[in-house]
């Protein structure tokens, strides 16, 4: 019986991540539709989701993975495609990290992001403007997704967290 519900509650994580991936793919998706999901000035609402992992580890690989696709599926140039998801990746670990604190987790998303993206826009994509403009407005764009669109999603979460999150601890 333990083995079966190993078994199962390893399923339930990647079902969970799964979720999570598809769900950043979907809002990417929404983003570059109307333009913000790439390019100088860019609010990726699938950025949002980097809160998640304050309530589950499993929001980890599905962020990134949902990164990893997104990318893909918008065209990106290696790099970003590299690049950009290895930033998601940091950040979401560093959220997961900084769990016990409600409004210091939405911190690294915005930092891996406004210290990788802009080489990767420059150096992939040839954006003009340089590093420290490309910061700016990156750092601007995931300050917009993660700290106040993400902290509407945690304080939206946080009552129903328990239910929600509880199976796949």
């Known amino acids: 019986m333990e083995e079966k519900d190993s078994r199962d509650l390893k399923t339930l994580r990647i079902v969970s991540g799964a979720a999570i991936a598809a769900v950043y793919v979907v809002l990417t998706v929404l983003a570059a539709s109307v333009n913000l999901a790439s390019g100088a000035i860019q609010v990726r609402f699938s950025e949002a989701l980097t809160v998640l992992p304050f309530f589950t ?29 290895l930033a998601t990746l940091l950040g979401a670990l560093g959220t997961r ?62 009552p129903v967290a328990a239910g929600i999150f509880r199976s796949v601890q």
């Open 57 to 85: 580890p499993t929001a980890v690989p599905g962020l990134a993975v949902g990164c990893l696709l997104s990318n893909i599926l918008t065209g990106c140039a290696l790099p970003d495609i590299i690049f950009g998801t």
């Open 97 to 158: 990290m900084l769990k016990g604190h409600r409004f210091l987790c939405t911190l690294p998303p915005v930092i891996a992001n406004t210290l990788i993206v802009p080489f990767v826009l420059t150096y992939a994509y040839q954006i003009p403007g340089g590093i420290p403009y490309l910061m700016l407005t990156v750092g601007i764009g995931e300050v917009i997704a993660c700290m106040i669109l993400g902290q509407i999603l945690l304080t939206a979460l946080m």
